[in-house]
Structure formats: structure tokens, C-alpha cells
């Protein structure tokens, strides 16, 4: 093979490459982000989640199209903005709040299903949160740790109402 050749493959190449982002672009999250109400109304659920989990969930426009499509409740918004959580809080405002845990413990039972989720750790003064879910919603969560080593137990007296 020539160098002629081997120049027309690479650029045939980069062509190609080029053509496969652009066309990735136009469906990923940042997209989503400039996107006016009416056409969040028309894009599928698993785009919109993926903006939503994709640190978007700050965006107004995407908050209020999940609240129509009844993901959210109206109390969550504010405290997803905030990186907050409350006691009755659906699964997915946790993960919208706080982000994907750094670990899921799940049990099962004929109660129903109980979920632990962990959040942080990642240092010798960081703080870790455990927060407690039953059958989808937010039950109670606890701080351990950080610098002062301090433990905050947040359960139903402290929630919100619903």
C-alpha cells in the first residue's frame, strides 16, 4: 500500500469517526439540555433519564418535564436542586439529589423491599450516608463521619409530610 492510499483510508477514517459523534451528540444529555419544553415533551424516557442522571437535573425544563411524566413529586424539585434529600422521597429524586450510591444493598421480603444506599467514603475525613429506603421511598438516612466525626440520624419525625 502507497502512502496516497494509506492517507485516503485515514481520512476515510477520521470521516467516519467524525460522522459517529455528531450523530451521538444529537441524542446525548447536553443536547437534551438545550432543548425548549415542547421538545422534551417528544423525546423517550430513557433519554430524558440519562440527562437527568447526567447532572442535568438542575435544568428546570427537564426537572418540570419529569414532573409531568409523574417521576417527581413538585416537593422534590427544590430539594433535588439543593442536593437534598426527605423523608418519603421516591428512589429516583434520591438518585436525582445525591447521585448514583457508591454501593446498593437490597433485601426482599414478604414486608416488602428494603433498600440500603451508600453514599461517600472516598477519604479519611469524608462523610458517608446511608440512606434507608422501603418499597421506593426514603425511610430515614444516617451521617457517619468527616472531620468531626459526627453522626446525624434523620428518621420519619424529620420528613415531610405525605
Known amino acids: 500500500m502507497n502512502d496516497k492510499e494509506r492517507k485516503m483510508q485515514f481520512r476515510i477514517f477520521m470521516y467516519v469517526c467524525l460522522a459517529m459523534f455528531v450523530a451521538g451528540c444529537a441524542g446525548s444529555p447536553y443536547q437534551t439540555s438545550r432543548m425548549d ?7 423517550p424516557d430513557k433519554q430524558l433519564m440519562q440527562a437527568l442522571e447526567n447532572h442535568l437535573s438542575r435544568n428546570d425544563a427537564i426537572l418540570d418535564e419529569a414532573f409531568n411524566r409523574g417521576w417527581l413529586l413538585e416537593d422534590d424539585i427544590p430539594l433535588i436542586k439543593k442536593e437534598k434529600i426527605a423523608i418519603g422521597m421516591s428512589e429516583r429524586a434520591l438518585i436525582l439529589a445525591l447521585g448514583q450510591p457508591y454501593r446498593v444493598n437490597e433485601k426482599i421480603g414478604s414486608w416488602g423491599t428494603h433498600k440500603e444506599y451508600i453514599y461517600g467514603g472516598y477519604g479519611p475525613d469524608s462523610k458517608i450516608t446511608h440512606v434507608y429506603l422501603e418499597n421506593g421511598q426514603v425511610a430515614r438516612w444516617e451521617e457517619k463521619g468527616g472531620p468531626k466525626d459526627e453522626t446525624e440520624v434523620m428518621d420519619s419525625e424529620g420528613g415531610r409530610d405525605g
Open 37 to 43: 419544553s415542547e421538545e422534551l415533551a417528544e423525546i
